[in-house]
Every structure is written in structure tokens, then in C-alpha cells.
């Protein structure tokens, strides 16, 4: 039979504290102890003393050795002395409090006390791993933090895997949250586990039998039928999801979350993101979802003499408290307060339905907290693109949004490609629309991500539903065009000399503004002059061809210090009207017969 929290010898409640393992000394007299632990959470205890005296000025138990910040302490309560341990962890701060009491001041000393695993909480890091599993991550971080540690394993191992501008903490439990781990602080272990929800429960609660206060909800809210989630497959360019499966839950009332989802016509809860996921991952994190909003379906806490035996991530058995409520609950949290002879447990049941992320701000203050930031992207107008006093190269722009007709902002310019004494130079015109974004959200320092076309600065090309036409114009209208039509690229300047390189038209065309023109086509180069065509080289000049035809409709000279007129077969010099061979020294004529008519 399950045990409940009343028995004999819970009449007289106990407690045992330690510090560095040894039991704190008579003379310190405790007013009050309280421990809270909560699933996903750091476990925190509470220790007040009486301290201070009023004649000496001294705060004895203070100025101790005892309670210095960084002692570990270990706390127990029980009855009779006999005592379960039910926080372990390490002495964060100590204050002091005087107040006026019926003529008298009274003081106290207040111990702040956290798990070891508040180690994770202190300090922003960012971090790469490589090829590693969430695990293994896990595991790594934790080592390093010197915290002790039990972590199931996780499938999957990450290509890349960043931390980013977070505390190890805020970064675990986020990684936790899509593998549907819980993480549990349990007295100096941190426990990052797959929740167990089946079993014999530890403790029974019985109504009107051994509770002091209950409270329980049934909630259909965020009970849905499944979850879906979603990634970007970047080969297929597709879509891609994964679907959720029905867990298994504990045994806690007798309307399930499938049921309850069908109140508001739930059906898929979907996950989105924009990145590339293994399908595992997202059927893991769909899963993790749909566990939570299960165990999300009834929440609420349970109040009851003081008992040790509760634990987070096991079960709390309800009785009596009707069909909806009576069952196994979830223990989610455990809260111990010892006040004045009296010591009771209150433990909260259920999960909350949102992930930590979205429960909790874990993202970095924008511009790192210097100063209000930017954020997202504004529109600017450039002022100046040269006179930089800085020398970075920066354009000036003006941000209508900030002042209307400021001294604006020197903002850094994106190229496609920037290197030293290499890379593109487009610089915007004054007076262009352009957008920026900036560093860190820190309005101080801006980068012009592109200039922007609109009614008042139109393209240099029309738009057309087939998107053929691609090209670049500068503002004296020299000209790239590339038509994917026709599959050509044309390049002209404003005076009308052109190049056009074109796979439609098979051919590669050279012209200028004089009407001069070469095409290279199927048919061979062809050279068309409206005037005269000179050919001059320092060197030789060579034609070789299978015919070589030469026409001209007026003379034709030749002329040379020697004329050689060589034919392997035969020699054809003729004149229609008149022909002359001429000399001013000899001619000969020789062959082997000649025949003058």
C-alpha cells in the first residue's frame, strides 16, 4: 500500500542542516527553512536565523565563517529527528533584515541558497560544436561547469551545432525541451532524462483524509489532436515535416488530451521552421511537443503535512478527489516550508504547455543593452559617398525616420564580393532610396543592405511575367544586357557601339557608332565598313585559304619591293580593254614554250 504523508510520528517535525558536512551549531537559532524545486528549474532553499545584537552592534551568525557565500549546505527535515535530506546545494548570498516590532528592533539573517547548477546560470557564452549529439553537447557543457551529471542519450548527431549569446542553462533546457527531456536539479545531479510516467507512485494524497489545500484544473485549451513540424529541404526546395505520435501518459483523471482536443476543434499544433532539419529531429521535436501539451492537461498543486518522499519527475497518487482529478499525477514541482514547529509540503502537478524558449526572454538585450536599438530595417537616403573622415570607405545617409533632415549616419556599403584593391564597386547616387540594417540592432552603426526602385526612381527595364531580362545600367546609360530568351548578352554604351554575344542567333557582333560592324556566325566573319577598311601590321601579313576571291569596283594596287605571283597549276593575268607587262630594267619571259600572238 502506498504510504501517506500522516503516520505516528509526524507530530513533532525535525531538521538537520548542514554546512561543509557538518551539523551548524546549537546556539544559531533557525526561524524559518523553505525549499522549492521545480522541473526545468535551479532548486532554491531559504534558511532564517535570528541574528543581531542590539547592546554590541555584532550579527553573530553573519560575520560567522558558517555562512560565508560559496558553503555548501545540505538540509534535512523529518520528525523525531529522524530526517530525509531534501536540498543540497551551495550558499549564494546572505542579507539581513531589521525591523521595529512592538517597541524593539528584531533582525535576522536570510541565507539565499541555489543547486550547484546555478554555475550554468552566470555569464553569456557562444560556442560551436561539430558533429556532436545534443548529449554530448549537454554532457560537454557540464563537465566543463563541474556539475555532476546523469543524461540520457540523445540519436541524433548535429552536422553544426551553435550557442549562441546564451547562459549554458538557457541553452540546455532548450535543447532539452526538443528532445522532450526534462531537467531535473536533484541535490547536486543535474538529471536530463525522458520523463517516466508510469510506475507506483511514492505518496498518496487522500481528500479530507491528510491534505491542508488542493487545487487542480482541467484545461482544454491547448489539448490538440497532433503536432507537426516543419523544415526546408534545400536539395528539393521543399517543404518537409514530421508528424507527432500519441504518447504515453500517466493514469491522471478519465478524459485523456485527445479527447479534450476535439472541445475547440484542435487538430495539428505545427512547429515552423525555416532551416534544414533531419526528419528525425523533427518527429522528435514534434513529439516533445505533444508530450508537453499532454502533460499540460490538468496542472494544479497539492498542500499537505510535511513529507521527503515527493520528488520531481515522479508520481503523486490523488485519491478521492472524483473520476477527473483522481489518479497518478506528475510531480512538476515540490515546495517544503518549516515555520514555527509546523513544516508542510505543497507539490504542483502538471507541466506548462509552452517550451522554455517561449516562456522565458533568453535572447540577448539588442545593441547589447548600450542603448535602445534598431531593429529591423529602416529606410535611409544617401547625403555623401565620398570624404569618409574615417577612411572605412562609409556612405552617408540619411534616416528620415530618426530626423526628418538630420546629420545622418555613416553606414558601411555590402558588396557582392569586397577585397583588398579587388571586388565590385557599385556606389548608390545621392539622393537614392536605400535600406539598412545594423549591427547587434545598434543604430550607430549601419550597413546598406540595397537600394530600392519605386515610382519616383524607376528600373532601367520593364518587368515581364517571364523574367527573361537581366542587365546592369549606369547613370550615363552604359549598358549590360542579358536576355535569357534568346540566351545573348549585349553591351553598348549611349554613343551606340555594342558588342552582342548571341547562342539564338549563333553569332558574336562587333559594332560601332560609325556604322563599322564585324559578325563572327555559322557562315564565317564577315567585316562591313561604310567607309574605308585598313589593315597595317609591323610584322607579316597572311591570308590562306581554300579561294581567295578579291573584288573591287574601282582599281586594285599592289605594290612591293618584289611582287612574287606564284600558281601551282596556272598563271592567269588578263585585261578586258588593255594589258601592259612593263620594266624599267629587264623583262624576261621564259618558259618551256612561249607563245606571243
Not at 504542483?348 to 509552452?354: I, K, M, R, S
Not at 584593391?421 to 547616387?429: H, K
Request: with cysteine.
Amino acid at each position: 500500500m502506498i504510504k501517506s504523508p500522516l503516520n505516528a510520528k509526524s507530530d513533532l517535525p525535525s531538521y538537520t542542516i548542514l554546512i561543509d558536512g557538518t551539523a551548524i551549531k546549537d546556539t544559531y537559532l533557525v526561524l524559518s527553512i523553505s525549499v522549492t524545486k521545480a522541473i526545468n528549474s535551479i532548486n532554491e532553499a531559504k534558511v532564517v536565523l535570528l541574528d543581531g545584537n542590539t547592546a554590541t552592534g555584532k550579527f553573530d551568525a553573519s560575520e560567522s565563517e558558517d555562512f560565508v557565500p560559496g558553503k555548501k549546505i545540505e538540509i534535512s527535515l523529518g520528525y523525531h529527528g529522524t530526517n530525509e535530506t531534501v536540498f543540497k546545494g551551495v550558499i549564494t548570498a546572505q542579507s539581513i533584515k531589521v525591523r521595529s516590532r512592538i517597541n524593539r528592533l528584531v533582525s535576522q539573517l536570510t541565507l539565499q541558497c541555489m543547486d550547484e547548477a546555478v554555475k550554468l546560470t552566470v555569464g553569456r557564452k557562444s560556442k560551436y560544436f561539430k558533429d556532436k549529439k545534443d548529449s554530448e553537447i549537454i554532457s560537454t557543457l557540464l563537465t566543463e561547469a563541474g556539475v555532476s551529471k546523469k543524461i540520457d542519450d540523445t540519436p541524433y548527431a548535429y552536422k553544426k551545432m551553435v550557442q549562441y549569446d546564451c547562459t549554458d542553462w538557457d541553452f540546455i533546457l532548450s535543447r532539452a525541451d526538443v528532445n522532450g527531456f526534462l531537467v531535473i536539479c536533484n541535490d547536486g545531479t543535474l538529471e536530463i532524462t525522458t520523463p517516466v510516467l508510469t510506475g507506483t507512485a511514492d505518496l498518496a494524497v487522500t481528500y479530507d483524509t491528510d491534505i491542508i489545500d488542493f487545487v487542480a484544473n482541467l484545461d482544454s485549451q491547448f489539448q490538440v489532436d497532433s503536432v507537426s513540424s516543419t523544415g526546408w529541404d534545400g536539395t528539393t526546395l521543399q517543404v518537409t515535416t514530421g508528424a507527432s505520435a500519441e504518447p504515453s501518459v500517466n493514469a491522471h483523471g478519465n478524459i485523456t488530451g485527445k479527447t479534450l482536443s476535439a472541445v475547440l476543434g484542435s487538430k495539428v499544433y505545427t512547429l515552423q521552421s525555416a532551416v534544414p532539419e533531419d526528419a528525425s529531429v523533427l518527429k522528435g521535436w514534434a513529439n516533445a511537443k505533444l508530450q508537453q501539451l499532454r502533460l499540460a492537461r490538468i496542472q494544479g498543486y497539492v498542500t499537505f503535512p510535511g513529507n521527503a518522499a515527493p520528488r520531481l519527475g515522479k508520481l503523486l497518487q490523488l485519491n478521492n478527489f472524483g473520476a477527473r482529478f483522481s489518479g497518478d499525477a506528475f510531480i512538476s514541482g515540490v515546495h517544503h516550508t518549516l515555520e514555527e514547529g509546523n513544516w508542510v509540503t505543497r507539490v504542483t502537478f502538471g507541466l506548462a504547455p509552452e517550451f522554455f524558449t517561449d516562456a522565458k526572454k533568453i535572447l540577448a538585450p539588442a545593441a547589447a543593452g548600450a542603448l535602445p536599438a534598431a531593429q529591423g530595417l529602416q529606410i535611409g537616403t544617401v547625403k555623401q559617398i565620398d570624404q569618409d573622415a574615417d577612411g572605412e570607405y562609409r556612405i552617408l545617409v540619411n534616416l528620415p525616420m530618426i530626423e526628418a533632415t538630420g546629420i545622418g549616419v555613416w553606414a558601411r556599403l555590402a558588396q557582392h564580393y569586397a577585397t583588398d584593391g579587388a571586388g565590385f564597386y557599385f556606389l548608390p547616387e545621392v539622393g537614392d532610396e536605400v535600406v539598412l540594417g545594423f549591427l547587434n540592432e545598434d543604430p550607430r552603426f549601419a550597413v546598406i543592405m540595397g537600394s530600392l526602385y519605386g515610382k519616383k526612381k524607376k528600373p532601367p527595364y520593364t518587368p515581364e511575367s517571364k523574367n527573361n531580362t537581366k542587365g546592369f545600367v549606369s547613370k550615363s546609360k552604359l549598358k549590360l544586357t542579358f536576355d535569357e530568351e534568346k540566351k545573348s548578352i549585349t553591351l553598348e554604351t549611349p554613343g551606340g557601339n555594342k558588342v552582342v554575344l548571341d547562342d539564338d542567333g549563333k553569332s558574336l557582333t562587333l559594332q560601332d557608332q560609325n556604322s563599322n560592324k564585324i559578325t563572327l556566325s555559322a557562315d564565317g566573319i564577315v567585316f562591313d565598313s561604310a567607309k574605308d577598311i585598313k589593315f597595317t601590321g609591323k610584322g607579316n601579313f597572311s591570308i590562306d585559304a581554300i579561294d581567295v576571291a578579291m573584288n573591287a569596283k574601282g582599281d586594285v594596287t599592289l605594290a612591293g619591293n618584289n611582287v612574287n605571283a606564284k600558281a601551282k597549276l596556272a598563271l592567269l593575268a588578263q585585261g578586258t580593254a588593255q594589258a601592259t607587262l612593263k620594266a624599267s630594267g629587264q623583262v624576261e619571259v621564259k618558259g618551256g614554250m612561249v607563245m606571243i600572238n
